[in-house]
């Protein structure tokens, strides 16, 4: 289904940011494979836009919605996943089916294909661990099988040595001998300590070596603080919410602001793990 000027606050889980000039929402891989075969337009790739920020001036291009790649089956004994797939949906399917290591997923927001771009992680695990391999599609729509061999995966960071390609499927082997996490415990710690049910996207910055991100921030008095519509989580202080309507600039802002506190104060560079566009 293709869609002309949609508003980008609809498909981030910040609820902020311009239009896309175009927003296509495949129904299967065939489908995204043909269109790309037409395409000749800038394309952005978006599943529960978890991590993405579309600043106010909009995307001059077309959004491709991975909601109907959810693949999620078991062939060899290993998962099989579309990137898709919600994390919090894979760590359910791989408990149920007696796997273990996913748990940690069930505390993250995100889809299968975000988590693999930024090598997504929590409570010490991080999901390239345990991938065997993943499915790509090239812009032009060309399908490839590559192994993690292909990919420079660090600390919330992948980086393709085919940069034309994203990533639209995934091959698990979650194969710990017993859980590694309760989730319970998981979603009841994440739930303590961090503002679900509003308008974020989960941690804006990375954890500079030897720092936590949220202990530098909160150090510096800024839980609570402001700009437009835009806070610093009382909860959380690696967190900004959506308080009030807040433009996409507003939030740029105060990631900005937040930067130059913590180098200001403590000669810390806080990187984003937030994408903008």
């Known amino acids: 289904m293709l869609k ?17 000039s175009e927003f296509f929402q495949p129904l299967n891989l065939e489908e995204l494979s043909n269109f790309l075969k037409n395409n000749t337009k800038p394309i952005l790739m978006v599943g ?8 106010d001036r909009g995307f001059n291009g077309v959004t491709i919605h991975t909601k109907n790649l959810k693949e999620l089956n078991i062939a060899d004994n290993l998962i099989v996943s579309g990137a898709g797939t ?30 693999l771009a930024m090598n997504a992680g929590a409570f010490g695990s991080e999901i390239w661990q345990y991938v065997v391999s993943v499915k790509t599609m090239s812009f032009s729509g060309e399908i490839y ?29 979650f194969n710990l001998k017993e859980q590694n996490d309760d989730v319970g415990d998981l979603l009841k710690k994440r739930n ?23 202990k530098l921030i909160e150090s510096s008095g800024l839980k609570g603080y402001c700009i437009g519509g835009a806070c610093v989580s009382d909860k959380h202080a690696n967190y900004i919410i959506n308080q009030n309507n807040a433009t996409a600039q507003d939030i740029e ?4 602001y937040i930067q130059d506190t913590i180098k200001r104060k403590y000669n810390v560079e806080l990187e984003t793990e937030i994408i903008i566009i």
């Open 192 to 214: 303590t300590t961090q503002p679900i049910g509003l308008p974020s996207c989960g941690s804006v910055f990375k954890n500079p070596k030897n720092h936590f991100a949220a």
């Open 48 to 55: 529960l836009g978890s991590n993405l920020l579309v600043r």
């Open 253 to 256: 802002n105060l990631i900005a």
């Open 145 to 173: 099988e590559r192994n993690p061999s292909d990919f420079e995966v660090s600390y919330r960071s992948t980086i393709h040595k085919n940069s034309d390609e994203f990533f639209v499927g995934a091959v698990f082997n």
């Open 4 to 20: 002309f000027n949609e508003p980008m606050s609809k498909h981030c889980s910040l609820r902020s940011g311009g239009e896309t």
């Open 86 to 115: 919600s994390l919090a949906k894979l760590s359910r399917f791989a408990l149920a089916n007696l796997k273990y290591g996913a748990e940690f997923l069930s505390a993250i927001p995100g889809s299968v294909g975000g988590a």
